[in-house]
């Protein structure tokens, strides 16, 4: 299974943009990227996922690198309510659905 | 909207006893699965499931059992329970074979063995 890389910690200002980066040396063509967010004792909650374009939704932006080996998750403005553990994760296209979730990053947003 | 249910939200048991946690969804899902979750760490996979009648394992799955008998339910069973065992449980559902759909989870069950 294709495995992710992402740093343990991240600090950013409020209302300042938050550019989380993820690794994934070894994706394969039709594994999709997926980022998910996971509030102080709530579960993980969806924020955004693509294949190869750049994405854009209401609560995030996903830049997916050209070979597909990198990509990072854009916060445009942070807000405190942004603090939470970010999970970069693939998803594969065969072998059914066994995803694996690494450790994530722990965004701190100051005030 | 329901979405992912999963009881109990909090359970004490004593080493060696057995429970179920109970997880179901009313999106009519494919894919269903459960994570544990120690303090302080990310999610691993226990088990999961592709289709009613269908289960495999996942990262951790010693200790634990699991069966598909509908759509709807797919219930985490705690043999004998364990210290190790003590974590917050999320079971999660995804609706169909497309990796680009996304993953809905429950709000957890935490669950403490003394």
């Known amino acids: 299974d294709a495995k992710t890389t992402q740093p343990n910690s991240m600090e950013s200002n409020e209302e300042e943009p938050v550019h989380l980066p993820c690794n994934h040396s070894?994706?394969?063509?039709?594994?999709?990227i997926h980022w998910y967010r996971q509030l102080p004792s709530q579960g993980p909650e969806y924020v955004i996922h693509?294949?190869?374009s750049n994405v854009n939704n209401r609560m995030a932006s996903l830049a997916i690198a050209e070979d597909r080996k990198s990509s990072t998750l854009i916060l445009h403005r942070a807000t405190l309510r942004d603090a939470a553990v970010y999970y970069c994760?693939?998803?594969?296209?065969?072998?059914?659905?066994?995803?694996?979730f690494g450790a994530g990053t722990r965004l701190f947003v100051k005030a | 909207n329901a979405g992912v249910t999963q009881t109990p939200k909090f359970q004490v048991l004593k080493t060696g006893q057995s429970m179920t946690l109970q997880c179901a969804q009313d999106?009519?899902?494919?894919?269903m699965s459960w994570y544990r979750q120690d303090p302080g760490m990310g999610l691993r996979l226990i088990h999961y499931?592709?289709?009613?009648?269908?289960?495999d394992q996942g990262e951790v799955p010693n200790g634990y059992n699991v069966s598909r008998s509908t759509t709807e339910d797919f219930p985490l069973r705690l043999l004998s329970a364990a210290p190790s065992q003590t974590s917050v449980y999320f079971c999660?559902?995804?609706?169909?074979?497309?990796?680009?759909?996304?993953?809905?989870f429950g709000e957890g069950s935490w669950l403490t063995v003394v």
């Open positions: 999660a559902s995804s609706p169909s074979r497309d990796s680009g759909n996304t993953i809905y």
């Open positions: 070894t994706i394969s063509g039709t594994d999709y």
């Open positions: 693509g294949l190869t």
């Open positions: 994760i693939l998803r594969p296209n065969t072998g059914g659905f066994k995803t694996i």
């Open positions: 999106m009519n899902h494919e894919y």
């Open positions: 499931s592709v289709g009613a009648g269908i289960t």
